[in-house]
C-alpha cells in the first residue's frame, strides 16, 4: 500500500515534468540524497572518446566506469588498456578502473599501479559471463566456487590495500538462489561499494531480473549498493525508487547508450534534441576515425546504433545498408 503511494508519487512528479519536455524528477532517495549514477563499463564501446564526449555533450553521470584490465602473472597491460586508465584520457572525469583476476597477489600489484596514476578507488569484477573467462574460474566464473571466492577475499584483505576497492557482481553462476551466500561472503568485506547485476552468469544479458537480490543486499545493509540491470528510461529509475525507495545508487550501460541524455534527464534536464543526438553520433564517428580508422569507426557506431533501433526492422535494415556516417544518422533518426 505504502510502497504503491510512493510510486505514485514519484510518477507523478515524473509526469507533471514531462509535459513541458523537461523531466523534473530529481533522483532523490528516501533519505532526501540525490543517487549516485555509474556508467557501466561496456569493453569495445565505453573508452575515452566516447566518455568525454559523453560528460561534456550530455552529464549527468558521476562516476564513469572502465572495462577491465585482465591481469596476467607477467603484469603486462595491452595498450589499450594502458591509454584506457591513462590521466590525459580521462581528463575532468571521475572514473573507475576495473580488474579481472583471481589472484589477490595480481591484484595487489594492479592496486598499487592504480594508485600511483592517482586514482583512489578501483573495481573487481565478478560478473564477466564469457566463456572464455569464466572458464578459468575469472569474472562471474569466481561465483561458481563459494569457499574459493571467500578464501580469495580473505586474502586480498588481510593486506593494506593501496586504494578502496569495489566490487561489481551478479547474484549467482547458476541460479539466483546462490545469492544469499554470495551476499553473506560479500558483506564481510570493507567493500567501497558493491555493484549488484541482478542476473545470474547463465542469464547473460536477457531480460530476467532478479531485483529482489537488490533488496535483500540493502536489508542486509551490505555497504553501498548499486542497482544495476537493464535501467532504459526514467520511468525504469523511478520503479526502481518506488520499489526500493533506499537505493543509493545506479549503474546504468545500455540505457545511456540507447538515451545519452538519461542520465541528465533524470538530474532534471532535458530530453535529447535531434540535433543534440546527431551531433554526439558525429563526434563520435569523428573520434573514433581519428583514433582507429574509417571503417572501424563506422563499425563502433553501427554497434552504438543497435540499442536505439531494437525491435524496429526497418531501420535496423536502414543502419545496416547505411556507408557512412551521415547514413547511419538518417536511419537511426529519421532525418532526410
Ligand atoms: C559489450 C559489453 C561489454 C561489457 N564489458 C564489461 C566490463 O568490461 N566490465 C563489467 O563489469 N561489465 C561489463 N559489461 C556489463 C555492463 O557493465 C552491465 O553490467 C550490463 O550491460 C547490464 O547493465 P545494463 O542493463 O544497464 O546495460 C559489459 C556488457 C556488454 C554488453
Redesign the pocket.
Known amino acids: 500500500m505504502r510502497e504503491n503511494a510512493e510510486f505514485n508519487i514519484v510518477l507523478w512528479y515524473y509526469i507533471s515534468g514531462r509535459i513541458n519536455g523537461r523531466s523534473q524528477m530529481r533522483m532523490r532517495n528516501r533519505t532526501g540524497m540525490e543517487m549516485k549514477i555509474y556508467f557501466?563499463?561496456?569493453?569495445?564501446?565505453t573508452d575515452g572518446i566516447l566518455r568525454s564526449v559523453h560528460q561534456k555533450m550530455f552529464g549527468g553521470v558521476d562516476v564513469y566506469?572502465l572495462?577491465?584490465h585482465k591481469l596476467t602473472q607477467t603484469m603486462s597491460l595491452l595498450t589499450r588498456e594502458k591509454r584506457d586508465i591513462d590521466p590525459e584520457e580521462n581528463k575532468g572525469l571521475n572514473v573507475l578502473p576495473?580488474a579481472l583476476t583471481r589472484d589477490p597477489e595480481q591484484l595487489q600489484t594492479w592496486l598499487e599501479y592504480v594508485k600511483g596514476l592517482g586514482y583512489a578507488c578501483a573495481?573487481l569484477?565478478l560478473?564477466?559471463p564469457s566463456a572464455t573467462v569464466t572458464k578459468r574460474g575469472r569474472g562471474s566464473g569466481m561465483l561458481r566456487d563459494p569457499d574459493f571466492l571467500e578464501s580469495f577475499l580473505d586474502s586480498v584483505f588481510s593486506r593494506t590495500l593501496p586504494v578502496g576497492l569495489s566490487v561489481?557482481t551478479r547474484i549467482g553462476y547458476e541460479q539466483p538462489e546462490e545469492w544469499g551466500r554470495i551476499l553473506d561472503i560479500l558483506a564481510k568485506y570493507p567493500f567501497d561499494h558493491v555493484t549488484i547485476?541482478v542476473r545470474t552468469m547463465k542469464e547473460l544479458?536477457t531480460e530476467t531480473l532478479h531485483p529482489e537480490a537488490f533488496e535483500e543486499a540493502v536489508r542486509k545493509g551490505i555497504s553501498h549498493p548499486v542497482y544495476?540491470?537493464?535501467?532504459r528510461t526514467a520511468e525504469d529509475v523511478a520503479a526502481l525508487q518506488a520499489r526500493c525507495p533506499e537505493t543509493e545508487a545506479v549503474?546504468?550501460?545500455?540505457?545511456l547508450l540507447a538515451n545519452p541524455a538519461l542520465a541528465r534527464q533524470l538530474r532534471g534536464g532535458e530530453e535529447a534534441s535531434k540535433e543534440e543526438l546527431a551531433a554526439w553520433y558525429s563526434a563520435l564517428y569523428d573520434g573514433w576515425e581519428q583514433r582507429f580508422d574509417p571503417v572501424t569507426a563506422l563499425g563502433r557506431i553501427k554497434k552504438l546504433m543497435e540499442w536505439p533501433s531494437e525491435g524496429d526492422i526497418r531501420r535496423k535494415r536502414l543502419l545496416k545498408r547505411a556507408k557512412d556516417i551521415d547514413g547511419c544518422i538518417r536511419a537511426i533518426l529519421n532525418k532526410e
Open positions: 557501466a563499463p561496456m569493453e569495445g564501446m566506469c572495462p577491465f576495473q573495481d569484477n560478473g564477466c561489481k547485476h544479458y544495476n540491470g537493464s535501467l549503474m546504468i550501460g545500455r540505457g
